[in-house]
């Protein structure tokens, strides 16, 4: 069983709820993820799980139209 880390990161262009409810809904179907919270104010991005490939999370959000920058 892997251990569960978190990852945080930088999205930019999340302007209002509907932006920061896509990227929590999005980004939480992907593999491996146990939860995301997004704070629309600093454009922070926090998930939790498994084997989460920030490929995977970077991808989805670019699709959505916003930009991801790992933070830590």
């Known amino acids: 069983m892997c251990e569960s880390t978190t990852h945080s990161y930088t999205v930019t262009g999340m302007t209002c709820d509907h932006c920061r ?5 999005e980004v939480a179907e992907l593999d491996g993820v146990d939860s995301v ?3 629309l104010a600093t454009g922070s991005l926090r998930v939790t799980g498994s084997a989460v490939s920030d490929e995977a999370i970077a991808r989805t959000v670019e699709e959505l139209g916003y930009k ?4 830590s």
């Open 21 to 25: 409810s896509s990227v929590l809904e």
């Open 37 to 39: 919270e997004a704070d």
């Open 68 to 71: 991801l920058a790992e933070a």
